[in-house]
């Protein structure tokens, strides 16, 4: 399987093993929705990109520095928390023409093995988007950790990966809307 994955909208993810007494074998930590984003790019009319972001995103995840193989990630987007600053292209995607946010409310991503890399760390999981569950690998990268204002340990990561809406049954205005989204994403998660 290749770092492209096959499927729609964002998400993402991954686990790591940082180096750091921050992040030590078998600790738990929850994402911090207020610092973590995903972001999204699809090409309109393939001319120009047409960028948008979910606005709620919630998960945790446990890093074992030791052990890439110990570590894990799950996460939950709402569909309806899509945000693109245009109301009606958002009640649009939100529609059963893309996301169906009502009949599908939840986005969700679980790991299922994680290895270390030259670059990172190689995260395969499941990706259910659209009522359709499919198998993505993503390539993540540490971004560094620290404590936050509280002195509370933190840590984070960055991925950028490639899903296919036709994958997840999303086919609506395909002529329009290309059939490849970008994803972004980067967590900051907080120690349990």
Known sequence: MTYAARGLALVV???LGFSSAAARAG???????VHSSVVFRVKHLNTSHTWGRFDSIAGTFALDPAD???????FTIKAASVNTNNKDRDNHLKSPDF?????????????????????????????????????IQVLVVPVGNGKDMKGNPIT????????????FGITKMAAAVGDEVT???SLEGGKN
């Open 13 to 15: 993810a991954g686990i």
């Open 27 to 33: 600790e738990a930590y929850t994402v911090d929705a």
């Open 68 to 74: 890439a193989s110990g570590s894990k990630l799950s």
């Open 99 to 135: 996301f169906n946010a009502v009949q599908y409310p939840n986005i969700t991503f679980a790991s299922e093995s994680v290895t270390k890399t030259e670059k990172g760390y190689d995260v395969k999981g499941n990706l259910t988007l659209h009522g359709v569950t499919k198998p």
């Open 156 to 167: 984070g990561i960055d991925t950028t990966f490639v899903v296919k809406q036709s994958d």
């Open 183 to 185: 994803i972004f994403v």
